[in-house]
């Protein structure tokens, strides 16, 4: 026996060895074929991103990359797409935005793989026929969004075999003419079509039928007026239908009958008159129909047989007076009935009869005068919304078994009473609303079976008293308002029925006095609002029984004293009374009680030891207008707690030493508008924890140094509008003690100049102020004195003072300074050695000066700069050396309101401006002040030729900018080789170049590809006729095919090209350059002024020269 047990044990042994040999040898360790994944998606932005240029890539994914081109052209993104089409990676998104490009052609999207392609802004008019070669087999969405096809470009989309989006938004289209669609390879893959926001007036018939598999026809905001008998056959797909905004006056069966499977229909906004019978009838699975906003005046039995599945119907902001018996009796499964802003009547006998599914009933805004019987029958869970109405009378009956209304909204009517009977035992509602009626007595509104209601909103009634027995027993009932109405008596424990009452508003009514019983025994109720009454007297004892209230507003009222209040308060509001003082015992022992606001009282200097004990928890304390003249520091001193004092707005003229006694927590003390005019030293001693003190708008003109002793924690100290001419003595400065002071407000002062000890400085101490306002005092110079203590600050303010000085090296020396306002000064240079400041710099404002002059070299060196304000001064030019600090930074320089010369020192700005994605309001608003003939123009909208100079400036950055500037212009191997680049961010397509005599007689002529940047003309070609001076002349075609002359954009050739042409061969292997620096004699000589005639001469010779050419387009 043992021996079999012995040979199983290594039988079981053998076949673990085994299977784990096996298992090793199926699953080798991780290590043996381990392949490390780099972290981030699988695509990723290329790293270069100058090969991209003018685009930029957004976002890389596992599919692939995000592209955006911004303010760009059909030349400049070539060279970026065939960058991109080099990395092989395939584009999510290629997005074209506000590009100049009329007419989209060529070879530019060929080699790229894009999914979804978006043109927006662009002035796009036209698509040639071959413009998508190459994304056919991968574009899957097209939207072009506000361009300007009048068109419909058949041809060009008809190759395109995955597309399943097609979208045009905000076109010129007119007419979809038939077969637009036909033959078409995305017949089969097509899901979405969008043709919206457009003059869009008419539909071939038939024009659809192709699209078998469209599941969304979008054709909102449009002109259409008419359909046509079948104008959607054969798109038996379509699930949602979209024909919003436009002119329809007519839509029936025939229109819509062949959408079997549509679900969702939107017809809203148009003109039509009725609903014809059976005109969904075969739209059996139609869920959602919006007819909003049209002229419908009728509906009845007939309008929605056969839509068994309806869901929701909008029939708002139409003109509907009659609502037939039985109407919604065939859409039984109906969730949303929207009837606002009609012409209805009245809600007839069983209007809304047996709806089960029933959410929402809207018949707010209409005519309604009343609610017939069995109106309202059979629904649950419905929130109906009959607001805003006429509503006078409720018939009995009128709800019927309605359980659960979630909302019944009866708000802003007529109705004095609603019967008794108007609701069955079985009906109820969670929310009522009966706002902006006519009741008199709460009685008139009949609660008694509404055992459910959770919320009764019965605000802005004539309601003048709260009867006996006006609620039953609610055990839901949590909130009440009843508030604006003129309640003046309550009668005994009304509310003692309402076991979970939470929420209580009586504000804005009539009562004067509040009896011992009036809230009788509520313990659940957290908030009670009173604020508003006449209330005088509350008697003790009146709300002993309110153990759970935690928020009492009692503001605005008639008090005299403080009342007995529970013990569990959190909030107590009692602002606005006739308070005038607070006895010793007055509140009970309170641990609860946070916040106390007693603003507005009569309080005075009636504030005595004791006034607040028992008050164990108290944070915040509002005591302003009270008349207090003496801080009632007595009275302060059972508040160990308090964190918060408002003291603002009293007679407070003096604080004497320790004038608030030991407030150890103290936090925050507001003592504005006091007419203070005397502070002691060591005032605010025994506030050792106060973090801000606003002394502003006082009448102080001086302020001891020792004020402040003890307030090693205060970091913000406000002393703006006062009369202070100084804060030191010369020997001692005020805020030495202040030792973690971050935030200083000196502003609206009388305050000449700064002196050493004006701001905290000692070298073992760190001070850490971060933040001064200096504004508007009278300082009229800035020395070095202001150097000291100011070596943490990040924030300087100097503005509105009569600063016409600032020495050398001061400012340079505030090392943390990052924001510097000297706005509204007397400033006339802005100097070098002044504004040399710390590295950190970000932004300066010199606006409302009287510059005149400026060096900017100091300021550029800052690489952190971005804002430079010098709005509203005497400066007449922006400089070119900004321009190109903003070109390659985001700095913002705002020189608006000043007297500008617009000549063509303001073209490197201008020039800047056109290549910009956007431009904001500051350069927007850049007006010229000179020449005459520019004055009152904005920058922005003045054409580059009038930017002039007399004598005209030779360097090209103030020359009129060229579509494209040369790069290199060489003879080599018996050809003319000519390269270039494009420098305009214009509508520049392809090139046209070409050699010419004096006598604009044509030599050579070609037409370039707009992907090209080079051409090589042989030199057998350039033959001369006659005369031996040439000139080659490379221009910009725009899409549209004109072509753009400029003279900067012609160079001369050399005048012995003909010995160049023997020597250099095609046998010669020597490239032989040719000096661009020379200049065209004509376009040297002539100004600015005489380019725009010189054009127009060259135009015209040209057109003369080339009428006979079908090929060239003008």
């Excluded at 001061?810 to 510097?820: A, D, E, H, I, P």
């Excluded at 004109?1042 to 005048?1055: E, K, M, R």
Aim: glycine fraction near 6%; aromatic fraction near 8%; charged fraction near 20%.
């Amino acid at each position: 026996m043992k021996q079999k047990r012995g040979a199983r044990l290594v039988n079981g042994l053998g076949f673990v060895v085994l299977l784990t040999i096996g298992w090793v040898s199926v699953c080798p360790p991780p290590s043996a074929h381990a392949e490390y994944i780099p972290p981030g998606p699988k695509y990723k932005c290329p790293e270069k991103t100058k090969l991209i240029y003018p685009c930029i890539c957004t976002q890389g994914t596992d599919d692939g990359i995000f592209i955006q081109c911004e303010n760009s052209n059909l030349a400049s993104l070539s060279v970026a797409f065939i960058n991109l089409a080099s990395m092989n990676v395939p584009i999510v998104q290629l997005r074209l935005q506000r590009c100049k490009i009329k007419n989209l052609f060529g070879t530019l999207l060929h080699r790229l793989q894009v999914k979804h392609l978006h043109l927006t802004d662009t002035p796009l008019a036209s698509i040639a026929d071959h413009a998508f070669y190459g994304i056919n087999d991968t574009l899957q969405e097209l939207h072009l969004v506000h361009t300007e096809m009048t068109q419909f470009p058949t041809e060009a989309l008809k190759i395109l075999g995955l597309l399943k989006v097609l979208n045009f938004d905000g076109h010129k289209i007119e007419l979809l003419a038939k077969g637009s669609f036909a033959g078409a390879q995305f017949e089969g893959s097509l899901e979405k079509l969008h043709l919206v926001n457009g003059p869009l007036t008419e539909l071939a018939a038939d024009i659809f039928g192709s699209l078998k598999k469209v599941k969304t026809l979008d054709l909102h905001g449009n002109q259409l007026g008419t359909l046509k008998k079948g104008q959607f056959k054969g798109m038996r797909e379509v699930e949602i239908l979209d024909l919003s905004y436009n002119n329809l006056t007519k839509l029936d069966a025939t229109h819509v009958s062949d959408l079997t499977k549509m679900t969702w229909c939107n017809v809203s906004n148009n003109a039509l008159t009725e609903i014809t019978r059976g005109t969904f009838a075969r739209n059996t699975v139609l869920r959602v129909v919006n007819m909003a906003a049209n002229a419908i005046r009728k509906i009845d039995a007939n309008t929605f047989r056969g839509m068994r599945f309806l869901r929701r119907l909008y029939l708002s902001d139409n003109m509907i007076s009659d609502v037939g018996r039985g109407t919604f009796g065939s859409v039984t499964r109906i969730g949303t009935i929207d009837l606002a802003r009609n012409r209805i009547k009245k809600v007839d006998f069983q209007m809304f009869f047996q709806l089960n599914y029933v959410e929402l009933i809207d018949l707010a805004e209409n005519e309604i005068t009343e609610i017939q019987k069995d109106a309202f029958k059979d629904l649950y869970l419905t929130h109906i919304n009959i607001s805003h109405n006429r509503l006078e009378t409720i018939e009995p009956k009128s709800f019927i078994n309605c359980a659960n209304m979630t909302v019944l909204d009866l708000s802003h009517n007529l109705i004095r009473a609603i019967p008794r009977t108007a609701f069955d035992e079985t009906t109820y509602a969670t929310e009522w609303i009966v706002t902006h009626n006519l009741l008199t007595n709460m009685t008139q509104l009949p609660l008694s079976n509404m055992t459910g209601l959770k919320i009764l909103n019965v605000s802005y009634n004539n309601l003048v008293e709260i009867p006996k027995n006006t609620f039953p027993k609610l055990y839901e009932l949590h909130t009440i308002d009843v508030s604006h109405n003129n309640i003046s008596h309550i009668y005994n424990a009304v509310f003692q029925n309402l076991l979970s009452l939470r929420n209580l508003n009586l504000s804005h009514n009539a009562l004067e006095k509040i009896g011992p019983s009036t809230f009788g025994t509520l313990p659940t109720l957290l908030e009670l609002d009173l604020s508003y009454n006449r209330l005088r007297d509350i008697t003790r004892g009146a709300l002993a029984k309110t153990t759970g209230l935690r928020f009492l507003h009692m503001q605005h009222n008639k008090l005299e004293k403080v009342f007995q209040i529970p013990i569990s308060l959190n909030e107590l509001n009692l602002s606005h009374n006739e308070i005038a003082e607070i006895p010793e015992k007055t509140w009970p022992t309170m641990n609860s009680l946070l916040g106390l606001d007693l603003s507005h009282n009569r309080l005075g200097n009636n504030l005595a030891r004791g006034s607040f004990a028992g008050l164990l928890t108290l944070q915040r304390l509002h005591l302003v207008s009270n008349g207090i003249s003496t801080v009632p520091k007595d009275s302060f001193s059972d508040l160990g707690t308090m964190q918060y004092l408002y003291l603002a707005h009293n007679n407070i003229s003096e604080l004497p030493k320790g004038a608030f006694g030991r407030l150890p927590i103290l936090f925050e003390l507001q003592l504005t508008d006091n007419g203070l005019e005397t502070v002691a030293d060591r005032a605010f001693d025994g506030l050792l924890q106060l973090l801000t003190l606003n002394m502003s708008r006082n009448v102080l003109r001086s302020v001891p140094n020792g004020a402040f002793f003890g307030l090693v924690s205060l970091r913000r100290l406000d002393l703006s509008h006062n009369l202070l001419t100084t804060i030191d003595n010369k020997t001692h400065g005020l805020l030495d003690d202040c030792l973690s002071l971050e935030e200083l407000n000196l502003s609206h002062n009388r305050v000449s100049f700064v002196t050493r000890k004006t701001f905290p400085s000692d070298p073992y101490i760190p001070y850490r102020l971060r933040s001064v306002d200096l504004s508007y005092n009278t300082m009229s110079i800035v020395t070095g004195d202001l150097k000291v203590g100011t070596g943490t600050v990040h924030h300087l303010n100097l503005s509105h003072n009569n600063i016409k000085d600032i020495r050398p090296n001061v400012l340079g020396n505030l090392t943390s300074l990052r924001t510097l306002d000297l706005s509204y000064n007397e400033l006339t240079k802005l100097e070098n050695e002044v504004f040399r400041m710390p590295v950190n710099f970000t932004t300066l404002h010199l606006q409302h000066n009287k510059l005149n002059n400026a060096s900017y070299d100091a300021l550029l060196k800052l690489s952190n700069l971005t804002l430079l304000d010098l709005r509203s001064n005497e400066l007449t030019r922006f400089e070119p050396e900004l321009v190109k600090r903003m070109k390659v930074s985001n700095l913002t320089v705002a020189l608006g309101a000043n007297p500008l010369q617009c000549d063509c020192y303001m073209r490197p700005l201008f020039h800047h401006l056109r290549l910009l994605p956007s431009v904001g309001g500051l350069y927007r608003e850049l007006e010229c002040a000179g020449p005459g003939s520019l004055a009152g123009e904005r920058l922005y909208n003045v054409s580059d030729e009038l930017l002039a100079c007399v004598p005209a400036v030779e360097d090209d950055a103030f020359r009129p900018l060229p579509d494209l500037r040369f790069r290199e212009i060489a003879y080599f191997r018996g050809q003319l080789v000519v390269n270039w680049y494009v420098a305009a961010s214009s509508d520049v397509a392809d090139f046209y170049v070409y050699i010419r005599d004096r006598a604009n007689r044509i030599i050579v002529e070609r037409t370039v590809a707009y992907s090209s940047r080079s051409l090589a003309i042989d030199g057998t070609d350039i033959v001369p006729q006659g005369d031996p001076q040439l000139e080659l002349c490379v221009l910009a075609k725009s899409s549209d095919g004109a072509i753009n002359f400029l003279d900067t954009q012609c160079v001369p050739l050399p005048a012995d090209l003909e010995a160049v042409k023997r020597q250099y061969n095609a046998q010669y292997n020597y490239k032989y350059p040719l000096n661009l620096a020379k200049a065209s004699a004509r376009s040297r000589a002539s100004s600015d002024n005489g380019r725009v005639g010189r054009f127009t001469t060259i135009l015209i010779l040209l057109f003369a020269s080339f009428a006979s050419s079908s090929k060239r387009i003008f």
